[in-house]
């Protein structure tokens, strides 16, 4: 019963370094999804991958890049880290049916704080 | 552009109260409709959904009708319990192909013993 998993569960970085944050499901879903999540201003979305070899821009994609890597694994990169970066990331699945939009699948979150 | 709107909290019950939370969306189309919980330090769980209009969605003692007419989708409990205490999401289901998803702001409530 993984569901979605997301690594790390928390990390403390200094402004400029990099880091990538993994995600992975197992309900071999073909749309992922990454999101951070801001007091006051519910979940945004960062880049999303409708289906295995594409990626597409969301709400709030600068300072941020995506590999689709598979099916399962879906990863979001900071390149160089800024404090207006610290927030709480999601990553999401979701089936893709016609039919009316599936519900989305969401980790636990990765807690992120850019000093 | 398509959006949601909902009530802000924090919302205080007693155990036992009924509750609503507000929800109201602009959309072109027909979209579907969800609510989200997400309770603390975890991520948001699927709560319940509508995929079009008058249908009504119910989970744990939870319910929300898709009105087309009003565009709305305000959740109701009949008695809240002290387990409930967590932040609801409203959320729009949009885009080309229905996988892309609207949230609100989120809804933070909290219910005393």
């Known amino acids: 019963n993984a569901g979605v998993t997301q690594t790390p569960k928390f990390q403390v970085l200094k402004t400029g370094q990099s880091m990538t944050l993994q995600c992975a499901q197992d309900m071999n879903h073909n749309s992922m999804y990454w999101y951070r999540q801001d007091p006051g201003m519910g979940l945004r979305l960062i880049y999303y991958?409708?289906?295995?070899?594409?990626?597409d821009k969301g709400e709030v994609p600068n300072g941020y890049n995506v590999s689709r890597l598979n099916k399962r694994e879906f990863s979001l990169r900071l390149e160089s880290a800024a404090p207006s970066q610290t927030s709480v990331y999601f990553c999401a699945s979701s089936e893709l049916r016609t039919g009316g939009n599936q519900p989305q699948h969401f980790g636990d979150g990765t807690r992120l704080s850019i000093l | 552009g398509d959006s949601v709107t909902q009530m802000e909290g924090p919302v205080t019950l007693s155990e036992e109260a009924f509750l609503t939370i507000n929800c109201t969306y602009t959309a072109t189309g027909y979209p579907s409709l969800f609510w989200y919980v997400q309770y603390p330090g975890e991520g948001l769980q699927l709560l319940l959904k509508a995929t079009k209009a008058d249908d009504k969605g119910s989970n744990k003692g939870f319910e929300a009708t898709y009105r087309k007419e009003t565009t709305s989708f305000h959740l109701e409990k009949g008695s809240v319990q002290v387990s409930d205490s967590a932040v609801y999401f409203c959320?729009?289901?949009?885009?080309?192909?229905?996988?892309?998803?609207?949230f609100g702001a989120g809804t933070r409530l909290f219910v005393k013993a």
């Open positions: 959320a729009l289901g949009v885009g080309d192909g229905g996988f892309k998803t609207i």
């Open positions: 991958s409708a289906s295995e070899g594409t990626t």
